[in-house]
């Protein structure tokens, strides 16, 4: 028996559709840019190459249906739907062929972002990490087993804001497809069992502002719900 100092927070969880177990989390991954229309409507360029990595803090996750608290130091929050990878099996170095075998289940992401905070780190040079990573940053949906998942190499996802569509596309678009973002990202880092990877957003992504409701989906997956509401009435 471990004593702590202080006592510890509990681990991070996600729903797993069908099941009354959770899914614990370790680490948060995320892929920037891996769409081409949205590297041109943010960068006015291509995609880099290889492509940006950042991550999230474990706890900044967002469960469907909770509110998203309106964070500080921002007045340009902005929402950016993602297919998110559930790994089950870690491992380092691995290999395209194999990259699938490593997947647990997916889910429906969304990628808070503190838009005029990147901004300026990125002008300045500085790391996004406070413009990625905050209370209710990393929006998610229950995860759906791979097992049981349709093919979604091209399936279509989505967002709107208030009822109207804000932005629309087809995982076929990503760049770097899920078997080589996973191959990617264990070029740098041994996953886990429990790690999580956001695998890029597409174009239409704009601020919203409290009151807001998103509602993000992609076929196969469901669809993932928040409603903005101000740091006073969330507390």
């Known amino acids: 028996m471990v004593d702590y100092v202080v006592t510890p927070q509990p681990r991070p969880s996600v729903a797993v559709a069908g099941e009354t177990a959770r899914f614990p989390v370790e680490r948060i991954y995320c892929v920037g840019f891996n769409y081409a229309d949205h590297a041109e409507e943010m960068r006015g360029d291509k995609p880099p190459e290889p492509p940006i990595l950042f991550s999230k803090a474990a706890n900044s996750l967002l469960a469907d249906g909770a509110p998203l608290s309106y964070p500080a130091q921002t007045a340009d929050l902005q929402y950016e739907v993602e297919l998110v990878?559930?790994?089950?099996?870690?491992?380092?170095?691995?290999?395209?062929?194999?990259?699938?075998?490593?997947?647990?289940?997916?889910?429906v992401g969304n990628d808070y972002t503190r838009r005029d905070l990147q901004n300026r780190a990125r002008a300045e040079g500085r790391p996004w990490d406070a413009s990625k990573t905050f209370d209710g940053a990393a929006g998610i949906g229950a995860i759906h087993v791979a097992?049981?998942?349709?093919?979604?190499?091209?399936?279509?996802i989505w967002l709107m804001v208030n009822g109207v569509l804000r932005q629309e596309s087809?995982?076929?678009?990503?760049i770097w497809k899920v078997p080589e973002i996973i191959a990617e990202v264990s070029t740098y880092y041994t996953l886990r069992p429990g790690d999580l990877i956001y695998t890029g957003t597409p174009a239409g992504v704009s601020p919203v502002t409290v009151g807001d409701e998103i509602v993000a989906g992609i076929e196969?997956?469901?669809?993932l719900t928040h409603r903005v509401v101000s740091a006073e009435r969330s507390a």
């Open 220 to 223: 196969g997956l469901g669809t």
């Open 147 to 156: 097992a049981m998942v349709p093919r979604l190499e091209r399936a279509r």
């Open 85 to 107: 990878v559930a790994i089950g099996r870690g491992g380092a170095g691995i290999s395209t062929v194999r990259a699938l075998d490593h997947v647990y289940g997916y889910a």
């Open 170 to 174: 087809t995982l076929a678009h990503m």
